[in-house]
């Protein structure tokens, strides 16, 4: 065979393996491409049923509270004073059973002055409208159950915050600003396990542990409101937001909430157990501010309100000091996730509990039986 006729052969093979190649590129890119659009599709559709699956369960929530109105008579010079119902706030809630128990935070239900004569009115997504009673207020999370009293009514499906990553896509419901009723926004988890200082707008202050950090935008009047995913699961409770940032919002893990739910549903009031201590949780930069000894676990301080140890409480009859670190909790360690909070919440009033303790440079363990909040 010629050198031509070789050179020519091998030219055409040449050729018709750069057009095979390139079919191939171009297929496998209109594949990459087609795939691209079918999860945007797929995420699309699965952020649709979630909200609609959600959505009838979610209620708005307005509170009203009695206040003395005063007025004068110009001609007289004689003054009246009646008492008159005034709205004082608003925010979200979702119905957790059929029969009406709605779970929302408890700094929206404290927006009235006085517990005995507030009045909570509550918006259905259907429009139906109901007063409700308040069930409790839990004592060591923003959280409260209110009631309204009818059947078969909408509730949500709870779901497993412990299973949470960063990254997971979120959808947070509620009636921002007070008057976008059952408003969706959407993001993702942010971070998780973090610890924040949270005030309300008439300045009441609590600090918060585990709470979801989410990009998803939360709204004023979104508090109480739920944090679901993708499958319609609720997976935590909007509670606040940093205003100094943008697009920086926090939920409370569901996870945290369930006790209070199971409470609720078998007694018809919160249940907590009690250990009696204030605390913060350990950070970097606690541990830098105050040159701790260790760099996990719940430092036991004052906040100000409330002692460092509440005294004749099971922390007290255990000897706990203020300064002390409980860093281990039956053999769990404090630290992520595993708050101390989150930890004795797994436990009933009456219950035995084994705490490691560090005191300075000293290591001890304490045996505590919990009581409950009264």
């Known amino acids: 065979m010629s050198k031509s006729k070789i050179t020519k052969k091998f030219l055409i093979i040449l050729a018709f393996f750069l057009l095979l190649s390139g079919s191939t590129y171009f297929a496998a890119l209109n594949f990459r491409t087609a795939a691209a ?23 708005s929530i307005i509170v009203y509270d009695e206040e003395s109105v005063v007025t004068y008579n ?20 979702f119905l957790i059973s059929s029969d009406g128990l709605i779970l929302t935070n408890k700094h929206v239900v404290e927006a009235a002055d006085n517990e005995s004569t ?21 004592p060591i999370n923003d959280l409260a159950v209110i009631k309204i009293f009818d059947k078969n ?14 990254g997971t896509t ?27 200082y949270a005030s309300d707008q008439v300045g009441n202050a609590e600090s918060l542990d585990n709470v979801i950090q989410t990009d998803a935008q939360i709204n004023l009047g979104n508090s109480g409101g739920p944090l679901i995913n993708l499958d319609g699961n609720v997976v935590g409770i909007n509670v606040a937001m940093d205003e100094s940032g943008s697009s920086i ?44 000894p260790r760099s996990n676990g719940a430092l036991i301080s004052s906040d100000g309100t409330n002692p460092a140890v509440t005294p004749d409480s099971p922390a007290d009859k255990a ?11 039956n053999g769990i360690k404090l630290e992520g996730k595993n708050t101390l909070l989150s930890v004795v919440q797994k436990y009933k009033p009456g219950d035995k509990i084994g705490l490691k303790v560090q005191r300075g440079n000293k290591v001890f363990i304490r045996t505590v039986v919990l009581d409950q909040f009264k």
């Open 249 to 292: 919002g926090f939920a409370i893990p569901i996870n945290d909430a369930k006790p209070v739910i199971t409470s609720v549903k078998q007694s018809g009031m919160i249940i907590r157990p009690r250990l009696g201590i204030s605390y913060v949780m350990i950070t970097p930069e606690l541990v830098q501010d105050k040159n701790l």
């Open 118 to 138: 507030a009045q909570y009115r509550v918006i259905l997504n259907s429009g139906k409208q109901y007063y409700a009673q308040l069930i409790g207020k839990d």
């Open 170 to 196: 979120v959808i947070a419901i509620g009636n921002a600003l007070g008057r976008y009723q059952n408003s969706a926004t959407k993001g993702i988890v942010s971070g998780l396990g973090r610890s924040i």
């Open 74 to 93: 110009v001609d007289t010079g004689d003054q009246t004073s009646e008492k008159q119902k005034v709205e004082k706030g608003e925010g979200t809630g």
């Open 153 to 166: 009514l909408p509730y949500v499906n709870l779901g497993d915050s412990d299973k949470l990553q960063i």
């Open 319 to 329: 000897g706990l000091e203020e300064g002390d670190i409980i860093f281990e909790i």
């Open 37 to 59: 659009g079918k999860f945007q599709l797929d995420e699309q559709a699965a952020t649709i049923m979630a909200i609609k699956k959600t959505m009838p369960a979610v209620v």
